[in-house]
């Protein structure tokens, strides 16, 4: 179990002076679901990315911290006791990635040339890699540097990494049945030609190979129809229930909570979380907007 702990942070965009977060507190839970919601503006986005480590945004007061148990990442490390609380803002983006932090993008890139498979495989050997190097010892590191090359060099590109091209096709097949997706996909370039739908489903899958302790998804759910909308939230639902993942689901509408019921659901407005309930809360959102929020809160619309 893992726990994201946000408190009094906040943030203003790095080349300027505008504050966009006023004091976020928020917790995420290994295996909860959160949903975020709120009107344009009021910082659902900048969270995610703050979380994340984007450099656009420098945070100015308040800390993002990640609570790990012993054992987390399994047999394979072991975490000591100084080492189950990490501070994110003193780590870079492929740090907090190998900790267990996951970004799902709301518009995912296109890159052209690289495929599903190695896109996929190379990110989980680059997370293994680095989480292994955040967790060992001097003496560890010592002896690595007297080991000379970690494999053959004469093993190639293909075989590179702790997880090799076999181990990790079993790998995939088994993440995208789980999704149930097409198997498809894995032979065409990363989102080339993808469907908004396709992309959504992609972010989902990276997530299902990465195993995250929390993962959070920034309006995942916008452009998709129906059909889409049902499978993204499957495989989101699966996230929790198959990995035991934390999910905080960022989202403008209550549509994708009727397939994704969130354990709980938080407003935000003017860079605050300024209310947090039960699934129902959502609900009265969708009936009757944000303006009532404000006036519960603050006393005026």
């Given at each position: 179990m893992a726990r994201l702990e946000l408190s009094n942070l906040h943030a203003e965009v790095a080349e300027g002076d505008e504050q966009i977060l006023e004091g976020v507190d928020l917790e995420v839970q290994s295996g909860e679901i959160h949903?975020?919601?709120?009107?344009?503006?009021?910082?659902?986005?900048?969270?995610?990315?703050?979380?994340?480590?984007?450099?656009?945004y420098e945070v100015t007061e308040g800390e993002v911290l990640l609570h790990l148990e012993d054992d987390e990442f399994g047999e394979d490390i072991e975490i000591d006791e100084d080492q189950r609380t990490w501070n994110l803002l003193d780590l870079e983006p492929n740090e907090r990635a190998a900790l267990g932090i996951f970004l799902g993008f709301q518009y995912p890139a296109e890159i052209e040339g690289v495929t599903m498979t190695n896109f996929l495989?190379?990110?989980?050997?680059?997370?293994?890699?680095?989480?292994?190097?955040?967790?060992?010892?001097?003496?560890?590191?010592?002896?690595?540097?007297?080991d000379g090359f970690e494999s053959s060099p004469m093993e190639g590109p293909a075989d590179e990494g702790e997880v090799g091209v076999a181990e990790f096709q079993g790998i995939l097949q088994e993440k995208m049945e789980q999704l149930d997706m097409d198997e498809k996909f894995a032979q065409r370039y990363l989102n080339a030609g993808f469907s908004g739908g396709e992309k959504k489903q992609n972010e989902v899958l990276q997530a299902a190979i990465l195993e995250p302790s929390v993962a959070v998804l920034d309006e995942i759910d916008s452009g998709l129809d129906?059909?889409?909308?049902?499978?993204?939230?499957?495989?989101?639902?699966?996230?929790?229930?198959?990995?035991?993942?934390?999910?905080?689901?960022?989202?403008?509408?209550?549509?994708?909570?009727?397939?994704?019921?969130?354990?709980?659901?938080?407003?935000?407005?003017?860079?605050?979380?300024a209310k947090s309930?039960?699934?129902?809360?959502?609900?009265?959102?969708?009936?009757k907007g944000y303006d009532w929020v404000r006036e519960d809160v603050y006393g005026t619309a």
């Open positions: 949903a975020l919601m709120g009107p344009n503006g009021s910082g659902k986005s900048t969270t995610a990315k703050v979380i994340a480590g984007h450099p656009a495989r190379t990110a989980l050997n680059a997370k293994i890699e680095e989480r292994e190097e955040l967790f060992e010892d001097e003496e560890d590191e010592a002896e690595e540097e007297d129906i059909d889409r909308l049902q499978d993204v939230s499957s495989g989101i639902n699966a996230l929790r229930d198959e990995q035991g993942t934390g999910i905080l689901q960022i989202t403008h509408y209550q549509r994708i909570l009727d397939y994704v019921e969130p354990d709980h659901v938080h407003v935000m407005l003017d860079g605050q979380i309930g039960g699934p129902e809360l959502a609900e009265k959102l969708e009936d």
